[in-house]
């Protein structure tokens, strides 16, 4: 396995976008989002800062066994997300890793806007509220420093007084798509707080007007969950998401 030199990352867009999630992997490419891109044999393969990993190409034996030790010897967060039947199978009986699946919706249609509880504020998320938002799903989680995140990224937070109760953002940005990223802190959740703050992410990113405090246009919208996440596919298919398909993903198993 080599790893590819950051200013040689741009050769990789092609190799991007044939990944069954073009969207992790091309943000590293375009260099809007930190990772890492190395080569596997004939196969591409790109790490994500928030630890999700995507092939391009298919690898032959030897390189899925490099591939394996990378990912049981990883100290960070290392989810191989594919669409590679062969990939799939490589994995599938060894006891060490679990695969589980992970939902894809593409294609919004244009809904409504949802009205806003009474005692709840709209915020953008910026200097300010960024460092208040606390749970599992929030910028920190795929981009690797606030100022990034500031320049390249954007999102909403629902607040009442001083506190962030549910939010979205731009968990991965390209010139192409954006996917969105949305948390509600466990007491202010069935009270529709997300599908609010998304739909502002998602009249952001559809706008067709330049966004001066970003670089990059924010891409049409893509959204995914985990297929165990029940909420966030309410909430997708509230603000009239698509469900396009279903990737498998493969971690070591009861590991970070």
């Not at 669409?83 to 992970?102: G, K, L, M, N």
Request: glycine share 6%; hydrophobic share 45%; aromatic share 10%.
């Amino acid at each position: 396995m080599r790893e590819i030199s950051p200013d040689r990352f741009p050769e990789y867009r092609k190799a991007a976008l044939a990944c069954c999630d073009c969207v992790y992997p091309l943000s590293v490419a375009e260099g809007v989002q930190a990772g890492r891109i190395f080569t596997l044999g004939e196969s591409v393969l790109f790490r994500h800062f928030c630890g999700f990993a995507f092939l391009a190409g298919t690898p032959d034996t030897a390189a899925l066994c490099e591939l394996r030790e990378r990912i049981l010897h990883a100290d960070t967060r290392f989810l191989l997300i594919t669409d590679d039947s062969a990939v799939t199978a490589f994995f599938a009986d060894d006891p060490a890793f679990e695969i589980s699946q992970r939902v894809y919706y593409s294609g919004v249609c244009e809904i409504s806007p949802p009205a806003l509880p009474q005692g709840f504020t709209l915020r953008a998320i910026d200097a300010e509220w960024l460092p208040r938002l606390r749970g599992r799903i929030v910028p920190a989680f795929s981009w690797d420093s606030p100022a990034r995140f500031l320049q390249n990224g954007f999102g909403y937070c629902i607040t009442q007084g001083d506190q962030a109760a549910a939010w979205a953002f731009t968990a991965a940005v390209t010139s192409l798509h954006c996917d969105i990223g949305v948390e509600t802190l466990p007491e202010f959740r069935g009270m529709g707080l997300a599908k609010c703050a998304a739909y502002a992410v998602l009249q952001e990113a559809q706008s067709p007007r330049d966004c001066i405090r970003r670089e990059m246009p924010a891409g049409a919208p893509r959204w995914a969950h985990h297929i165990d996440n029940i909420g966030s596919m309410k909430t997708a298919l509230a603000l009239g998401f698509q469900r396009e398909k279903e990737c498998r993903v493969i971690s070591v198993r009861n590991r970070f």
